[in-house]
Every structure is written in C-alpha cells, then in structure tokens.
C-alpha cells in the first residue's frame, strides 16, 4: 500500500515534469513572470501561432501553473504563484551546474558581450539605497507598467539610441530584463558601454527580484 500511495504521488509529480519539458512552455512562464498577458499578446512576443501559444497555455494551466481571468471576449493568463518564478530559476540553476551546453552557449553569445561582472541584487539594493545609480529596465512598456524595480526608468532596447538624454551621463547604469539570460539587458549595456556610459547589468532580472521579496513599484494610470 505504502508503494502505492508513493508512485501516485511521484505521478502527480511527474505531470509538473512533464510540462515542463517543452522549451516554448519554459519562454511563456518567463513571460507570464513579468506580468498578466492574453493569449494574443503571448503569441505576439514568442513568435508563436495564437493556436499554439493556446495549446501551450492549456498544457500548464492542466498542471496548475497558471491560472486564467476572463474580460469580455479575451482570456488572460498568469502565474499561479511565485513559487512557479522559483521553480523556473532552480531550473536553470540546476542546468547551468550540470550541463556543459549552457556554459558553451553563454560563452559563445553572452559573455563576450559582457566581460564586466554583473552586480548582485543584494548589492544594487544597498547602491540605490545611496543613490549611486541609474537603473533601466529595457523591457516593452506594457511589461514595465505590470511593475519593475523601485525608480527605474523604463528605456526599451529599440528606443534606446534616441532617448539616451534621459540617463545622467555621470552615474552608472545598471540595465536588467525578463530574467538572468535576457539578451536585452546584454545588448542595452554593450550600446551603452560605445556610447560612453558606465554600465552593467543586473545578475537576475525582474521576476528573481520580486520572488526574493525585493521592492517593487508599479505604474498606476
């Protein structure tokens, strides 16, 4: 009986697994992380079919990792909860421990486009603290609105090059995104860095802040 009773348990475990292992069900938690989308808009930003991001969205709703809200003819997702953010993170960390493909893949496109360390959330919260820096937050508008670190300013990566008047030439930036391999925040602090600025990225992003209890602000219309 006590066999029994544990392989049900591990089944209902395993279906957590099992949804898991789609890498297009992994990006649709990343961007649920940022915030409350709609089908269309999840299909927009993931370069999927709205049949497919549909039928990806069932799959880990199924699994109880996200919940949904209706407005009118649209249906919205999101996360079911923090834990989800958590389990996404250990992961990643758990692959980047184990697997030499990670490390090869952030050697060959990540960390010759970033040779400075990235700064720790414990040492930017003491750093704004201070007063020291300028925090940019290169996501789309919408996802920066659902909410974003205390005081960044929100610069998209494309609206970069025209709106730099708006970061103080004098302080450092310190860029982050939708999470710790972001291409955005990469990008946006190599621009900086040939525009002449003293940048860094974040060594997480948004969503790893929130979950460790870190302030968060959000933008009320």
């Not at 184990?98 to 486009?113: F, G, P, R, S, W």
């Not at 704004?128 to 996501?139: C, F, H, I, P, Y």
């Amino acid at each position: 009986m006590t066999l029994d009773i544990k392989h049900a348990l591990f089944t209902q475990f395993a279906r957590i697994g099992k949804v898991l292992g789609n890498a297009h069900r992994l990006a649709l938690i990343e961007y649920l992380a940022q915030g409350e989308r709609s089908v269309e808009a999840l299909a927009k930003v993931s370069g999927l079919s709205v049949a497919n991001t549909s039928q990806h969205l069932q799959q880990l709703r199924q699994a109880g990792l996200v919940e949904t809200r209706r407005e009118g003819q649209r249906i919205h997702y999101r996360l079911s909860g923090e834990d989800v953010v958590v389990l996404l993170d250990a992961i990643r960390n758990v692959a980047t421990r184990h697997l030499a493909e990670i490390d090869q893949l952030v050697d060959t496109y990540l960390n010759t486009k970033d040779n400075m360390e990235p700064v720790p959330a414990a040492e930017l919260v003491q750093r704004l603290k201070r007063g020291e820096v300028t925090v940019l937050d290169v996501r789309p508008e919408e996802e920066y609105t659902a909410g974003h670190l205390p005081g960044a300013v929100n610069i998209p990566l494309a609206e970069l090059e025209e709106r730099l008047a708006a970061l103080p030439p004098e302080r450092e930036v310190i860029a982050y995104c939708r999470g710790p391999y972001c291409v955005l925040s990469f990008d946006a602090v190599a621009e900086l860095r040939r525009r002449g600025y003293r940048a860094r990225r974040l060594e997480e992003g948004y969503p790893e802040w929130r979950s460790a209890g870190l302030p968060v602000e959000e933008t009320r219309h």
